[in-house]
Antibody, heavy 121, light 108 residues
Framework: QVQLQESGPGLVKPSETLSLTCTVS????????WSWIRQPAGKGLEWIGR???????NYNPSLKSRVTMSVDTSKNQFSLKLSSVTAADTAVYYCARERVLKYSSGWYDNWGQGTLVTVSS | EIVMTQSPATLSVSPGERATLSCRAS??????LAWYQQKPGQAPRLLIYGASTRATGIPARFSGSGSGTEFTLTISSLQSEDFAVYYCQQYNNWPTGTFGQGTKVEIK
């Protein structure tokens, strides 16, 4: 069973860049799609974006101008950067493996435990 | 963007009873729909994909049905560990999949 673990600062100042890393263990990161999803306290789930192990990315149009994702297959890790953060970006951030179908998006069959990121001065 | 609407927002059910949760898509998503269970302080857990295929290790009391715009998750006999929030997610659209707002299943 693949396991995912998010890591990164739990507190980020407004206007700065949120940076998180997801480490994949128990299996290879190669040949899969990997996504970031967030959840504000008491609210629903929002897809942020995905990266394939080739480095190809897709982002949620609502966040696209502020999101950058990268992958390091040698370390079995992928990362998220979200720039110019505000209090509205405060949320639990999850990384997940996405099972993408041809011509469609996918479902998420493995999730990290999530990490709370608070945006505050 | 495809909007997913779940109903009801809260469902009160007694242990051992059947629970029926609904999910409606603003346009057809074929059978490209998944269901997740989320307990407080935990990540979502995949229950169903392809509208009706149970994920690995998911008990048979969970079943999914529907296609197009109308979907149902049925829990045949609620166990204590099933009280949680349930989300549907469409993945028919590329590149953006979208989630419903969730249904909370609480003890009656």
């Amino acid at each position: 069973q693949v396991q995912l673990q998010e890591s990164g600062p739990g507190l980020v100042k407004p206007s700065e860049t949120l940076s998180l890393t997801c480490t994949v263990s128990g299996g290879s990161i190669s040949s899969y799609y990997w996504s970031w999803i967030r959840q504000p306290a008491g609210k629903g789930l929002e897809w942020i974006g995905r990266i394939y192990t080739s480095g190809s990315t897709n982002y949620n149009p609502s966040l696209k101008s502020r999101v950058t994702m990268s992958v390091d297959t040698s370390k079995n890790q992928f990362s998220l950067k979200l720039s110019s953060v505000t209090a509205a970006d405060t949320a639990v951030y999850y990384c997940a493996r996405e099972r993408v179908l041809k011509y469609s998006s996918g479902w998420y069959d493995n999730w990290g435990q999530g990490t709370l990121v608070t945006v505050s001065s | 963007e495809i909007v997913m609407t779940q109903s009801p927002a809260t469902l009160s059910v007694s242990p051992g009873e059947r629970a029926t949760l609904s999910c409606r898509a603003s346009q057809s998503v074929s059978s490209n729909l998944a269901w997740y269970q989320q307990k407080p302080g935990q990540a979502p857990r995949l229950l169903i994909y392809g509208a009706s295929t149970r994920a690995t290790g998911i008990p048979a009391r969970f079943s999914g049905s529907g296609s197009g715009t109308e979907f149902t998750l049925t829990i045949s006999s609620l166990q204590s560990e099933d009280f949680a929030v349930y989300y549907c997610q469409q993945y028919n659209n590329w590149p953006t999949g979208t989630f419903g707002q969730g249904t909370k299943v609480e003890i009656k």
